[in-house]
């Protein structure tokens, strides 16, 4: 067996109750490596073709890959995944915290759950044991109740839970898998389908020993780390309070800040909803993931007699994404609403960029009369409302009233409401778009519309990364034959769209890897890990196969679901040039993005036309005789 994998999978049924372990090949872990490239595996091997997301006979997958549990900073990470509730396509969600490393400790390399209790249960893993314990008790809870109550009954405060909120039992379709309370695998609806199995959550401890290989080689990929993250990863490293929400204001000063549902091209006062004011007013410490140095989390605390008005430090604080979808991008300016607004979603177990959105299309629904206070039970869904903002989040976990219909996401609102809500839905293969702006960068929204789970930052590019002579040019240009110079974020050419391949290619490794995208690692450095690790030979161009792997089966999985390259696609909204602000008259015409997406196709070795993967293609990326075994 190859360092970094115990060689078992865990399954559980949980209708029967079977549990059982499989023990696959050293190839599969060669090739696979974990996370993304394992979910779409296991679903391709064994989901039944058009599979209700919410049938028994879906698979909720827990998938940390080689590097967890070898203490390497930044691989402190797992991956949930199934057919999400919200898309219909694949679901791939990555989460941080402590998850991923304590369960591969149990000596488990995934976790495979299929059918559905008969009453709501929890699963109980520790050091090669699995129990299936009851959880009518924890139904209902909050997710800080939940997992206090779990630790009390295990008498272990070092227990890691995985677990849904309200927001999952109730099928929320956007539901989120909450981790460590504060940490959300929070995109595709992992939560629904884990309500849909009556199971409320997955309690792990562990103490065996993952094989490390070659330590020596891991250990000094740590060390470069150690010297460099506070020069490398300044943006996060260095000050008080340093984290993703520094750079709302920056998006703002560009004209990249989501506003008002994608339709307004400035957010008026973003200076009411910066970091900085958040820090001074709210922060309390700062909090980290595991084997991680840099620290990037905030943990707010407000203190005030109305509950409405106080923040939980149990809940952590917000991100840019969840700080930007329930403030600008619902047109709200009271940073204490956006700030509860996601400690809500976490209590709750909701994604907050879907939740934002849903509010933000219902709020201009109702601005050009599609709705009325009639059809929302009375409420008025006004821009800028900060105290709606808190109602309806609170009545969409519960699926109270109007907050029925906010639950099930954009997409099926708008078909709900009628051909002159399209406009306003802006959602790719069904999943709400991230708060980044793609007209102001270009190949993002590319990216955007790619992705094999529908519209998300994180297996993406980011084009202002590359606008300038630095790390993500440098990190590409090992890999190229003829360097490439800054490029403009506002452009779709050749060059572009190497960078793209490369990086989507690094980014889906990450995700196989599961390793923290804010990490400073380039490819090399993430080469010399996972050969240290498994003891095998590993080179760049080696880790960027795994990722084209991982795209490669992802497609295949969706291909075989209904998708095509029709639902590749970009909302017509941000394509369109706003006629002020910093981006007034920028677009992403329809040739540019076609021609872009073709060119994307042909990078990845896929039919031109039709995105579908070639037999060149799978022999080329050693998938050949893996794919033909599953009848594909």
Same mark, same amino acid.
């Given at each position: ?320 994404? #969840? ?7 619902? @047109?709200?300016? !009271?940073? =204490? *609403?956006?700030?509860? +607004?996601?400690?809500? /979603? ?45 109602? #309806? ?7 109270? @009233?109007?907050? !029925?219909? =906010? *639950?099930?996401?954009? +997409?099926?609102?708008? /078909? ?217």
């Amino acid at each position: 067996m190859i360092g970094g994998a115990h060689g078992k999978i865990l399954h559980v049924d949980l209708t029967t109750g079977e549990i059982r372990v499989e023990q696959p090949g050293d190839d599969f872990y060669r090739l696979l490596v974990g996370g993304r490239a394992v979910i779409a595996y296991l679903l391709l091997r064994d989901l039944p073709p058009r599979t209700d997301p919410f049938s028994p006979d879906n698979r909720l997958i827990f998938a940390p890959g080689l590097m967890q549990g070898s203490n390497l900073p930044g691989a402190g990470r797992h991956a949930v995944g199934g057919k999400s509730p919200l898309t219909g396509a694949l679901g791939s969600s990555e989460v941080g915290g402590w998850w991923g490393h304590e369960f591969k400790r149990t000596g488990f390399d995934a976790l495979v759950i299929r059918g559905r209790a008969d009453r709501p249960v929890y699963l109980w893993i520790h050091n090669g044991e699995v129990e299936i314990r009851p959880a009518e008790h924890l139904w209902g809870l909050k997710t800080a109740d939940t997992q206090a109550a779990i630790r009390q009954e295990l008498g272990d405060e070092r227990v890691r839970v995985a677990q849904i909120g309200p927001a999952g039992e109730n099928r929320v379709r956007y539901a989120a898998v909450m981790h460590d309370v504060n940490r959300a695998a929070g995109r595709n609806g992992m939560g629904a389908l884990m309500g849909s199995k009556n199971l409320k959550a997955v309690a792990v401890r562990g103490s065996l020993s993952v094989p490390v290989a070659v330590r020596g080689q891991v250990t000094q990929v740590a060390r470069w780390l150690a010297d460099n993250y506070k020069t490398e990863a300044a943006w996060a490293a260095e000050g008080i309070g340093r984290g993703t929400q520094d750079s709302l204001m920056h998006w703002a000063y560009l004209g990249g800040l989501p506003t008002r549902n994608f339709g307004q091209a400035v957010f008026e006062h973003p200076e009411l909803l910066s970091g900085e004011r958040n820090y001074e007013m709210f922060l309390k410490e700062r909090d980290t993931c595991q084997a991680c140095p840099i620290r990037c989390k905030q943990v707010f605390e407000y203190p005030n007699d109305d509950p409405q008005r106080r923040l939980d430090p149990v809940y952590g604080g917000p991100e840019y994404e #969840a700080m930007a979808a329930f403030g600008p991008d619902c @047109g709200v300016t !009271d940073n =204490l *609403a956006v700030c509860k +607004a996601n400690e809500l /979603a976490n209590a709750y177990g909701l994604d907050a960029i879907s939740t934002g959105a849903s509010i933000a299309f219902v709020m201009e629904c109702f601005e050009n009369g599609l709705l009325t206070a009639d059809d929302t039970g009375g409420l008025e869904f006004r821009w800028g409302d900060g105290e709606l903002l808190l109602k #309806a989040v609170e009545m969409i976990a519960h699926r109270q @009233g109007f907050g !029925d219909v =906010l *639950a099930e996401g954009v +997409a099926r609102m708008s /078909a709900r409401f009628g051909p002159a809500t399209e406009p306003f839905n802006l959602t790719i293969k069904g999943q709400e778009l991230p708060m980044h702006e793609p007209r102001l960068k270009h190949a993002m929204g590319v990216g955007y519309a790619v992705a094999p789970v529908g519209a998300d930052h994180m297996m993406n590019m980011h084009d202002t990364d590359f606008a300038y002579d630095g790390a993500g040019l440098r990190r590409v240009n090992r890999m190229l034959e003829r360097p490439i110079g800054p490029l403009s974020p506002k452009v779709l050419n050749e060059e572009k769209m190497q960078i793209f391949y490369h990086e989507l290619n690094w980014m889906h490794f990450q995700d196989c890897a599961v390793n923290c995208h804010f990490y400073p690692y380039n490819y090399d450095h993430m080469a010399a890990a996972l050969s240290g690790v498994t003891g095998l030979t590993y080179s760049a161009g080696d880790i960027l196969q795994v990722g084209a792997r991982a795209q490669t089966l992802a497609r295949l999985f969706n291909y075989r679901e209904g998708f095509s390259a029709d639902d590749d696609r970009l909302p017509r909204r941000v394509m369109q040039a706003f006629q002020d602000g910093p981006l007034a008259g920028v677009e992403i015409t329809e040739a540019a993005f076609h021609w872009a997406r073709r060119r994307y196709y042909e990078l990845m070795g896929w039919n031109p036309d039709t995105g579908e993967p070639t037999a060149a293609c799978l022999a080329a990326l050693g998938l050949a005789e893996m794919v033909s075994e599953l009848g594909s």
